[in-house]
């Protein structure tokens, strides 16, 4: 009995949900939205059109994370807007008030086309698309850590001037391969709050034996949960779609220095834009 309990509460922790927002990518129309929901989901664009106008709408739910993209990329497809919800623990949901009924939405299919490049406004976690198209700019340029080291209640970025972070300074992460020449390299990019230029940390500089997680032979594994761990700190981090990916079992992207920065203006101008509403 005991390893059933056990088992099922791996299991529930491990569960996503994608609940729309209620609010269209930019340029976007609803009638046009309406109709390819409409034949996403096998209904009418009547009905469709009033459930893209309730946020919290739930359109699938406990499934895995790499099921959960494929449902967000399809819905993104469509000019909807919508964020995944990452797990949750289990003890904390059972104590949470039960949530109001959501209509259950089920797609015929899955398909996997590019997202748009907009988000919606949410305190809640989402995922972001950052174009590399965009021009650099240098008041972004990452900073380098040496060192990250933390704890169950907050991280150590080992900088004399910036404390210790608690979870909920963490604003944005993304997660990228650095190529430089024939030497790559996996690295960490966090944004926080009240600082404009990102820190980048090489993963092989993060001790991960501080962080309440399974440490693992493979750093690259460890980093996995790593970042599980602060999005479930931090329910509000932005994620870079690519990192979402990443945390499914995929290779980190690989950028050279000047994507490199595109990457953090691209982070760091939308969160400055006022898009993406982090909770403090």
């Known amino acids: 009995m005991g390893k059933k309990d056990g088992k099922e509460t791996i299991m529930t922790e491990n569960l996503y949900r994608i609940v729309l927002s209620g609010e269209l990518a930019a340029g976007k129309l ?7 929901m409409a034949a996403l989901f096998k209904t009418t664009s009547d009905k469709m059109a009033m459930v893209l106008k309730r946020p919290g709408t739930v359109v699938k739910k406990d499934v895995d994370l790499e099921t959960a993209k494929k449902y967000a990329r399809a819905i993104l497809s469509t000019g909807a807007l919508c964020k995944i919800d990452p797990p949750e623990h289990s003890a904390a949901a059972s104590a949470a008030p039960a949530p109001k009924p959501a ?3 089920v797609p015929k299919s899955v398909p996997q086309p590019s997202a748009p490049g907009t988000i919606a406004k ?10 590399l198209s ?33 979870y909920d300074r963490v ?25 404009e ?32 761990l602060i999005c479930k700190q931090n329910p509000s981090v932005i994620l870079e779609e690519t990192t979402l990916d990443f945390l499914s079992g995929s ?4 950028l050279d220095a000047v994507k490199i920065l595109k990457l953090a203006t691209g982070i760091g101008s939308l969160i400055e834009s006022g898009d993406v509403d982090a909770q403090t």
């Open 134 to 166: 965009s021009k650099p700019e240098d008041r972004f340029t990452p900073r380098t850590v040496e060192k990250i080291s933390g704890s169950a209640d907050c991280i150590d970025l080992n900088i004399s001037e910036l404390p210790e972070i608690l």
């Open 251 to 254: 290779q980190p992207q690989p």
């Open 103 to 105: 209509e259950k939405l």
């Open 197 to 228: 230029r990102p820190f980048v940390c090489d993963i092989d500089r993060i001790v991960f034996d501080g962080f309440p997680i399974k440490v693992f032979p493979k750093s690259i594994a460890t980093f996995r949960g790593l970042l599980h």
């Open 171 to 195: 604003l944005a992460l993304a997660a990228f391969n650095e190529t430089d020449g024939g030497d790559t390299r996996t690295k960490m990019m966090m944004f926080v709050r009240s600082y």
């Open 30 to 36: 609803e009638a046009d939205v309406a109709a390819r």
């Open 122 to 131: 949410s305190a809640e976690p989402r995922v972001v698309v950052i174009q």
